[in-house]
Every structure is written in structure tokens, then in C-alpha cells.
């Protein structure tokens, strides 16, 4: 009985503490996207208010425009997220056995992250610009072409391949300007993050797999990143979820303009909320984008997370 006792006043004692979490959670998490899907069921239009049911949903499937931005926010997350992984990983192997100095190396990688985006993108903007960009005054003293960079809408693999690449195959130049800017942005935070788990890896297993005969790159693919799996799928679960609702870069550095080439889904959306007025279809496309967002999160977790090490 006294045990019995005991888990009541346990569980009690939990739901005490995690009550304000979940008030939160509810009042800044379901509620918002309880509303939104109780928006996307109505049309709304001139002050007036019709139920269409599902017709929003329709609507956004048959919608060309939609499926452009669906294709730009696909290159986006395909090709950020990977890369941004990447070269998170291999500075912070090579900043792990710096001693002297690596506080300002790190400083230096973590810096442009907490730089505003805005401020950021105005100096890309001016850098990228195709009158007087310092980008374009560099490609003119070596001899190559100008290029109208945040502008550009024609497919960054045409216009490297002198034309052979057909327009439509891979993302637009401008879109390309926007991703580098997010890794140069993006990529102190994940830096740190590594550098964080790498502290934890215990030295004892590298120094057996160096005395076993294993190379510095055998070991560093063997033991070391095996180690910072856990690690690894959280920044791939929260890179994936950041980069199908990236806005701030996008706004910033192009505002949708050239529209079908730099207009991803959330900007589609904003477009449709705040540009057109067409509440009900945005609310739509956002429940859409929450969905899908849930859905990619729980397939990784099935996928991967199995595949994941825990040290207990």
C-alpha cells in the first residue's frame, strides 16, 4: 500500500511540475495549429465567410504555384542540410585538438550565427550586387562573366554548363546565393554543438584504435563519429524541420523576388496571407506544411533513431 502510495504521489508530483510546460506548449503549440486547421475549412473573401470543407486542400494540390514553391523548399532541404552537416563536422574535428586559440576560433565560427539576419543579409545583398557587387568586381578582373546573383532565375547548372544543362534541371542561381548564405549563417551553431559532444568521447577509444593500426581517418570514421551518432540525428531531425520553414533568409535576402525561383512554401504562404488576403488557403498550405513536417520527423526517428547509439 505504502508503495502504491508512493507512485500516486509520484505522478502527482510530475504532472505539479510539468503543468506550466504544457500550458505553454498548448497555448503556443496545439492551439495555434488547432486554429489554423479550423481556418483552412473557410473561405474568406471580401468580409464575407463560406465553409468549403476540404476545398482549400484541393485547391492547393491542382495549384501550380504551390508545387513550384513545394520544388524550391525541396532543393533547399536536400541540399542545406547535408552540407551544413558536413562541414559542421569536419571543422569541429579539426578545431577539436587546437588548445590555444580555439575559444576565438570557436568564437569566430559562432559569431555570424547570432549576427541578425538582416543585418547579414544587407551586406550580402550589396556584396551579391549585380551593378556594383564587390562579388561581380572580382569575377571581372579574372576575366569571367557578371552575374546577377540574388536575381538570377535561371538554374545555377545551366549557367555553369554554358547552356547544356536544360533552365528547369536543379535550383536557380538565386537560389543557390540563399542556401551559402544560410550554411555561412547556420553552421557556427552546429560547430559548437559538436564540439560539445566531442568533449564527451571518451580519449580511450581512439587511443586503442590508434594502437590496434588504425589511421587517423579510420578512426575518426570508425570510432569517433559512431560516438556522436545521438548527436548527429538531433541536429539532422532539427536541420530538416528549420529548413522546410526558413523565411527570415529568404525575406531578407530577396523578399520572393525573382518570385518562382526564390519563393519558397513559407514564403508562398505569407504571400497568400498577408499579400492576398486569402486567410483560409494559407491556413491550408500551413496545416499542409505542419503535417508533412510531423510526418518527416516520425519517419526519421522509425528510420534512424534506431540505428542510433545511446551510451548509458
Known sequence: MRVHFGRHRESFAALVLLTPALAVLSAFGVAPIAYAVYLSVFRYRYGTTS????????????????????????????????????LSLGAAMLLRPI???RGALRTAYFLPYVTSIVAAATVWRVLLNPQFGMVNALLEFVGLPAQAWLLEPRGALHIISGGWVPLEWGP?????????FEIWHGVGFMIVV???????????LEDAARIDGAGRWRTAWSVTVPMLAPTLFLLLVVGVIGAFQAFNSFYALTG??????TRNLTMYIYAMFYENQQIGYGAAMASLLALVLAGLTITQWRLLGRRVYYES
Open 51 to 86: 465553409f468549403t470543407g476540404i476545398g482549400n486542400y484541393q485547391r492547393a494540390f491542382a495549384d501550380s504555384d504551390f508545387w513550384a514553391s513545394v520544388e524550391v523548399t525541396m532543393y533547399y532541404t536536400i541540399l542545406i542540410v547535408p552540407a551544413t552537416l558536413l
Open 99 to 101: 588548445g590555444r586559440g
Open 172 to 180: 536557380s542561381l538565386s537560389l543557390c546565393c540563399i542556401m551559402l
Open 194 to 204: 559538436l564540439l560539445a559532444a566531442l568533449a564527451s568521447v571518451p580519449r580511450e
Open 256 to 261: 520572393g523576388v525573382p518570385d518562382t525561383a
